[in-house]
């Protein structure tokens, strides 16, 4: 309701009028992450995959970016030499006509810039170089980087990763996890680096670093190990 009334879906948030203990209470979300080494078996089978998802694959796990705002990356949003991604927008398929394409801001309403690894800016040249030679020309900076395969303005539907990503991890046994769990395991993986809160916060775009917390930092079982064990020395 807050964010309809934010949205101005609604005049205001009829909420806002009941006692704290009259609101509904929200449930904490399970959490589905890969731990590090589901991670590196999860890239291994991507080896095997066509450059097009291999690369939309490696966007999610290691950025963090919603599936949306991976489909509505255009050229201009990748920066070779800074060796990173901005953030602009969003790509949502229309609730009543699945084949169209909304394409707004982002969640929030907010633009960031993302760091990436050179790895993954290798695999994007290489995709853009691949897509040029099938299309026959040059792509233009507001050409999708994840365009449909006969029009470099026209992204894919944000729900082909999920159909095309749960197929991928039947064929090969991983866990089942969604383009969007990718996305907590890249905010796991991050603070499991030593990334603190308000980093994870930032790379991710939350506006509240509670929500980051609650949804998207899991702890793997290692690393609970660990805080056991260096409580222990800190006893001993």
């Not at 291994?44 to 999610?60: A, I, M, P, Q, R």
Request: proline share 6%.
């Amino acid at each position: 309701m807050e964010y309809a009334a934010r949205m101005h879906y609604i005049e205001r948030d009829p909420c806002r009028d009941l006692a704290q203990s009259e609101k509904p209470r929200r449930e904490k979300k399970r959490v589905d992450f890969l731990s590090p080494d589901e991670a590196r078996r999860f890239l291994k089978c991507l080896d095997g995959e066509s450059l097009f998802w291999k690369t939309f694959e490696n966007v999610l796990i290691t950025t963090g970016v919603r599936r949306g705002e991976a489909v509505a990356l255009q050229w201009r949003d990748v920066d070779f030499e800074g060796m990173s991604i901005s953030i602009q927008r969003n790509c949502t398929p229309d609730r009543n006509a699945p084949d169209r394409l909304h394409i707004g801001a982002t969640k929030t309403g907010e633009t960031r810039t993302v760091p990436v690894s050179r790895r993954v800016l290798e695999m994007l040249l290489k995709l853009k170089h691949k897509r040029e030679a099938a299309l026959g020309v040059a792509l233009l900076p507001d050409s999708f980087v994840f365009c449909r395969a006969s029009d470099p303005f026209k992204p894919i539907n944000p729900q082909e990763p999920t159909r095309w990503q749960r197929r991928f991890v039947q064929r090969h046994g991983l866990p089942n996890v969604s383009p969007h769990d990718l996305r907590h395991t890249a905010a796991t993986l991050a603070l499991e680096s030593g990334a603190s809160l308000k980093e994870v916060q930032s790379l991710l775009g939350h506006r509240d670093a509670s929500t980051t917390l609650q949804f998207y930092a899991g702890v793997t079982e290692e690393r609970q190990r660990q805080t056991v064990e260096a409580i222990e020395n800190l006893l001993a």
